[in-house]
């Protein structure tokens, strides 16, 4: 029976007491969303996990829902920071209303793997616990066998294949907005806080300019979510 060792997953693990509080705005894919903290609007990656990335359907989807329900917009959620990563974003446990650790549930849902690379200020043994048992039960991304593609493994292939030179473009790689369209331009570089909107960042994306996915997992600035 299966019943037994699920019930065990669902205990929730109490608030950690030094941590703050802070308000849901959006969440980006299966471990990123933004919070607004103390007036201040914040990009959260959720420490300890790796979810799957957007593109790899329908893992990625599935795993931005299950946040999604865990953290609705507008809840209150408690974040544990650890530091900040190279894109700028908190690194955080966060913690639901009810007091449930977000990362760690996902993982037992079978949403996310244990991010072993950046484990050491987590309890890693409750991570690899719950994964393990994820795995066992088949549950997400385990039920293929051994399990779907790493995150970070897809990541590397994916910046793999953006360093390749492109044979023929397309269209032009640089554009630059007129009157509300794009035309060409000579030399136009992008950032995230210039786009506008997030689906204007994908249509830049698939427009070129592949440096507004910084951490190469098929989506430019998660963040504008």
Known sequence: MRLAPLLALAIPLLTPLAASAATVISVGDGDTLRVEDGGKKLTIRVACIDAPEMAQSPYGQQAREALQALLPVSSTV??????????????????????????????????????????????????????????????GI???????????????????????????????????????????????????RNV????????????GHTYLDGDGDGEACEALR
């Open 142 to 192: 385990w039920n293929p066998a051994r399990g779907i593609q790493r995150p970070w493994d897809f990541r590397t292939a994916r910046r793999g294949a953006q360093s390749q030179p492109a044979a023929r473009p397309q269209r032009p790689l640089n554009l630059t907005i007129i009157n509300g369209g794009a035309s060409p331009s000579s030399g136009r570089r992008w950032y995230c």
């Open 78 to 139: 408690t974040l544990k920071v650890q530091t900040k990563d190279r894109y700028g974003r908190t690194v955080a446990e966060v913690f639901s209303a009810d007091g449930r650790n977000a990362g760690l549930t996902l993982v037992q849902q079978g949403n996310a793997f244990a991010y072993r690379q950046y484990l050491q200020q987590c309890d890693q043994w409750a991570y690899l616990d719950r994964e393990k048992l994820a795995e066992r039960y088949r549950l």
């Open 196 to 207: 506008g909107s997030w689906e204007r960042a994908q249509q830049l994306l698939s427009d």
